[in-house]
């Protein structure tokens, strides 16, 4: 399902199809569908009326988000790791990147929510696969919080951006997403940096840096970038940040919940 949303040209036949194979999934979009949050006129009883109102793009990334949340909880974590707070770390960046993405002039825009969804998947992967190097990583970072990317790499030899991003191609997910996962904690080293508008992990590494100052860590190696760099001022955005932070706002409440 992921790697099939993930693409940008997937069908409002395809989204509908992938949602009505699995009845929670269905209930839990209906329900989303029918809050606040769309204004919708009446009541949305169907899937592939759901489909035809929002459009493949707002419920590509509902769908997205529900059932990577639905995965995540059937797995065993570490003592320390806070899965709801990771899935509610990892939402709030995919929506936060997807709305700056739809106001700037952003190159492949539309990976923005799957890219913000998966930009930590590698930090899980340590954090289930190698519980005895993660929970070495983690007492270097109590020590060093600013440098976890350092202790990941003295540790692993790789570091979480570089396996989120691996694991994101072995999905299939488009060549764009996984560039901007890899560089999402160093956007100046992204090679597209230097083309004409804004590289996608930009625009990630800011929401990342956002998101990760206004709320919970759910683990120690999480590391918020900070900097003039790393604000939403930096993007160009003038007077429409205060419009922007609303709208994600508003969004995140509706689906938190789900989460």
Avoid at 37 to 66: F, Q
Avoid at 90 to 115: E, T, W, Y
Avoid at 224 to 233: I, K, N, V, Y
Wanted: with cysteine; hydrophobic share 50%; aromatic share 6%.
């Amino acid at each position: 399902m992921i790697a099939s949303l993930a693409h940008e040209d997937v069908s409002f036949a395809k989204v509908a199809e992938l949602i009505e194979k699995d009845m929670a999934l269905a209930g839990n979009i209906l329900q989303l569908v029918n809050s606040p949050l769309y204004s919708v006129r009446g009541t949305v009883s169907s899937v592939r009326h759901a489909v035809s109102l929002l459009g493949v793009n707002k419920l590509r990334n509902a769908v997205l988000g529900l059932s990577a949340a639905q995965m995540w909880r059937s797995l065993r974590t570490p003592p320390g790791w806070l899965m709801a707070d990771f899935n509610r770390h990892s939402v709030s960046v995919a929506i936060l990147a997807d709305l700056l993405s739809q106001h700037l002039p952003v190159r492949d825009s539309v990976g923005a929510f799957v890219a913000g969804l998966f930009h930590d998947l590698g930090l899980l992967l340590v954090a289930i696969g190698l519980p005895a190097e993660y929970k070495q990583i983690a007492l270097l970072c109590e020590k060093d919080p600013q440098g976890s990317a350092t202790h990941e790499f003295q540790v692993l030899g790789t570091t979480h951006a570089e396996l989120s991003a691996e694991a994101l191609a072995i999905w299939n997910l488009p060549a764009p997403i996984s560039a901007a996962v890899r560089y999402h904690m160093r956007p100046e080293l992204d090679p597209e940096a230097s083309a004409d508008g804004i590289a996608l992990s930009r625009i990630l590494h800011v929401a990342n840096a956002y998101v990760g100052a206004a709320t919970v860590s759910f683990c120690v190696m999480e590391e918020t970038a900070c900097g003039a760099d790393s604000s939403l001022e930096s993007l160009g955005l003038g007077d429409q940040v205060a419009g922007v932070l609303s709208e994600f706002e508003n969004e995140l409440a509706e689906i938190q919940p789900y989460f």
